[in-house]
């Protein structure tokens, strides 16, 4: 089984672009989380995406959006970028979301955004 | 609200050395708990989790243990590998099922 696909592994910016980022999770995985990674803060959970629904959200701007399609493919998309969204964006899909045996997250190689 | 809090690293260690990373945790409940790895230049793995008081989760010879009274989830290993060099990290799972994590601890092996 193929593990969750992140692409493109690496994007350079300018600040004031915009920047589109695309996760496929595992196959029959129906949840997809999106995270940042920065050396200064960590990680920190952005949004999740429940069958193409907008389930949870974390503390970022509205900058900051995402959508999931029926195949449960998720795309996640930064607008007028600033210094500070270079970042790793990391995404993990898991069956349900839910509790129980289901709720392990499974996550990608991530893509390294380098906003200059 | 809920919190992660890990040891600071980097750890650094001889091979076949004993290995503790320090976690403990603050939340409402019971929350599941997890141990993930990052080597370099990749995502997270999952190494082990634990879903209630009592539990041990192991995994490729690391264990930790669900400690209820001291709040902790305390990662081991008997004896630690080079290829064991990575960054470490606690999280917790929140009652909305999302993850909330430590800030990762770094742990270099010396041959």
């Known amino acids: 089984k193929a593990g969750v696909t992140q692409t493109p592994r690496y994007l350079i910016k300018t600040r004031g672009q915009q920047v589109t980022l695309s996760c496929s999770p595992i196959s029959g995985h129906r949840s997809v989380s999106w995270y940042q990674q920065t050396p200064g803060q960590g990680l920190q959970f952005l949004f999740e995406y429940f069958s193409e629904t907008q389930r949870n959200k974390g503390n970022f701007p509205g900058r900051f959006s995402g959508r999931q399609f029926s195949n449960s493919r998720s795309e996640m998309n930064v607008s007028t970028l600033e210094l500070g969204d270079s970042a790793l964006y990391l995404c993990a899909s898991s069956p349900t979301g839910t509790g129980g045996t289901k709720n392990i997250q499974y996550f990608g190689a991530g893509t390294r955004l380098s906003v200059l | 609200g809920n919190s992660v809090t890990q040891m600071e690293g980097p750890v650094t260690l001889s091979e076949e050395a004993f290995l503790t990373i320090n976690c403990t945790y603050t939340a409402t409940g019971y929350p599941s708990l997890f141990w993930y790895v990052q080597y370099p230049g990749e995502g997270l793995q999952l190494l082990l989790k634990a879903t209630k008081a009592d539990d041990k989760g192991s995994n490729k010879g690391f264990e930790a243990t669900y400690r209820k009274e001291t709040t902790s989830f305390h990662l081991e290993k008997g004896s630690v590998q080079v290829s064991d060099s990575a960054v470490y990290f606690c999280?917790?799972?929140?009652?909305?099922?999302?993850?909330?994590w430590g800030a990762g601890t770094k742990l270099i092996i010396k041959p």
């Open positions: 999280a917790l799972m929140d009652s909305n099922y999302q993850l909330i």
